[in-house]
């Protein structure tokens, strides 16, 4: 674990230092949970999104975009639930003073009980070595018999109180388990409070009288106030989706983990329509689409996993997460949501208007039922940078950091280099560049010697170094050198083109979902 938490740690500051992520606001000594994107940052997130993009709308013809506003009426949030239930149960330790989370100390405290667990197996394989039958341990051994049950006491008591909103319930096992607070190490707790995550403004003068807005806590409500435009301006038959890429806000409370868990983030969400009863076989289909296209991406099949909701948001009938294996345990990257009529309902009832759908098959009008894809763009980020970056010890003791970025989402495809800055290699570098740059974001590199012009590409995860040499004069080939297998080949300037497309371009990466 400590092993893993040193590699987040390098993983952060190579994100840093190669110009992904910088913290917001640095010079100001940084905003908490807010960040900014860097030059190769942004080309990488701009692919994800653009992979995200075309999946939707280019594979499936009956899904289509739009880009709403982040301030919507404020009434939106009143129907959508958000006003009355977007909270999150918080805990304040009187002696040091900090806020918590309630149900994320109750979570770390089951954690901490899963670790004894896996202390004792681990102890029990170790001293019986291969004849180790570990589900017979964890059925007979009396320790980790009795902190199973507690365990499932445990979780028990606290989904439970979650599903009922029973704030007294959480705050009474947090004091029957005798959780401390990891700063003061005491037990003095306040109650429960219910505490709304949506950031407020104003908007216009106070003068002329002004409105309390919010800023979007997802895209999705943009979604639900177009669906009439869309439906009836595209002519769209049911089922048709929606799809959106934009900013959201919450103001968390506990934000951790770098980019994970942010107070201003980006969302790629897509909102299915169906016949009401048809839900259920649209939630499987999009639950298999959705692993297919994390899958198609070559990260490791082994380290995504479903987790279906215990608790069920406001508007779902069923949920459920794709995790991934961060550095610090399998973590919610997208959720997929069969949400029922519940916003499209609650809309119409809000704002008056007729929100349904005359069905020419069936000769009649409903309210569609909604699956929603959720997706946060900056945890798809972490998850692709995080699976991608190694530290490769190489032959004669020499060492790299390489990103295994998938090569359609690297930030730079090829840098080109001359070998010598003279003799006419830089010029004829820079024809290459000219010819390739309008496909592919292309680098030119002359600066230091060649080996270290690879470390510096390899370090930003592209995927061609090609070198321009004194051969490259006369039968116009270069030196195509491979980022994982650094393997060289050479090859004519003419075929550059056609290799390199095959190997970056999102077309091939689309046809693998
Ligand atoms: N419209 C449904 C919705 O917003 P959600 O599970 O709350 O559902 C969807 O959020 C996705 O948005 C999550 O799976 C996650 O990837 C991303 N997300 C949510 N909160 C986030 C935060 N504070 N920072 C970064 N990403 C976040």
Not at 152 to 175: K, P
Not at 283 to 293: D, G
Not at 380 to 394: D, G, K, T
């Amino acid at each position: 674990m400590a092993q893993q938490e040193d590699v987040f740690k390098k993983i952060v500051a190579h994100a840093k230092e190669y110009g992904f992520v910088f913290p917001s606001s640095e010079i100001y000594d940084g905003l908490s949970a807010v960040y900014d994107y860097g030059q190769n940052g942004v080309e990488l997130k701009n692919n994800i999104k653009r992979y995200w993009w075309e999946a939707m709308t280019l594979l499936h013809e009956n899904i289509v975009g739009i880009d709403s506003a982040i301030f919507m009426h404020p009434t939106i949030w009143k129907a959508s639930g958000h006003v009355d239930a977007f909270n999150d149960p918080l805990i304040d330790n009187r002696d040091s003073k900090k806020r918590y989370r309630a149900d994320v100390l109750i979570e770390d405290h089951i954690a901490k009980i899963d670790e004894k667990i896996d202390k004792e197996v681990a102890k029990a394989r170790k001293r019986f070595g291969d004849s180790f039958d570990e589900a017979m341990f964890r059925q007979t051994n009396a320790r980790v018999v009795e902190l199973l049950a507690h365990r499932e006491a445990v979780h028990t008591r606290f989904s439970e109180a979650m599903n009922a909103n029973d704030l007294d319930g959480l705050r009474q096992i947090i004091i029957d388990e005798e959780i401390v607070d990891p700063i003061s190490g005491t037990k003095n707790w306040t109650e429960v409070r219910q505490f709304n995550l949506m950031f407020k403004t104003e908007m216009g003068s106070t003068a002329d009288g002004s409105m309390t807005v919010y800023l979007r806590p997802e895209t999705a409500q943009g979604i639900f106030v177009n669906y009439l435009n869309v439906q009836k301006t595209g002519r769209m038959r049911i089922p048709f989706g929606i799809a959106q890429i934009g900013k959201a806000f919450r103001n968390e409370i506990v934000a951790r983990q770098f980019i994970f868990r942010m107070r201003e983030f980006e969302q790629m969400e897509m909102q299915f329509f169906v016949r009401p009863g048809s839900e259920m076989e649209w939630f499987k289909y999009w639950k298999e689409w959705r692993l297919r296209w994390h899958k198609a991406l070559g990260l490791g099949d082994e380290k995504y996993r479903y987790h279906d909701h215990e608790k069920l948001a406001h508007y779902a009938n069923a949920a459920t997460d794709i995790e991934f294996q961060m550095p610090f345990g399998f973590k919610e990257v997208e959720g997929i949501h069969s949400r029922t009529d519940f916003d499209l309902s609650q809309h119409e009832k809000f704002s008056g208007k007729k929100i349904q759908y005359f069905d020419p098959e069936l000769n009649q009008s409903y309210t569609p039922y909604v699956i929603e894809t959720s997706i946060g763009v900056d945890r798809m980020f972490l998850s692709v940078l995080c699976s991608s970056y190694e530290e490769q010890a190489l032959e004669g003791g020499d060492s790299r950091v390489v990103l295994h970025l998938p090569a359609a989402l690297a930030p730079v495809k090829c840098a080109v280099m001359p070998l010598v800055r003279k003799d006419g290699l830089p010029e004829k570098a820079r024809e290459i560049v000219d010819e390739l740059k309008f496909d592919f974001t292309t680098h030119y590199e002359e600066k230091d010697s060649i080996g270290k012009r690879y470390r510096r590409q390899d370090a930003i995860g592209t995927p061609f170094c090609i070198t321009v040499d004194h051969q490259t004069l006369e039968d116009n080939t270069v030196t195509l050198r491979h980022r994982d297998s650094m393997e060289q080949q050479r090859i004519s300037i003419a075929d550059l083109h056609s290799l390199i497309h095959s190997q970056v371009s999102l077309n091939a990466l689309l046809r693998k979902i």
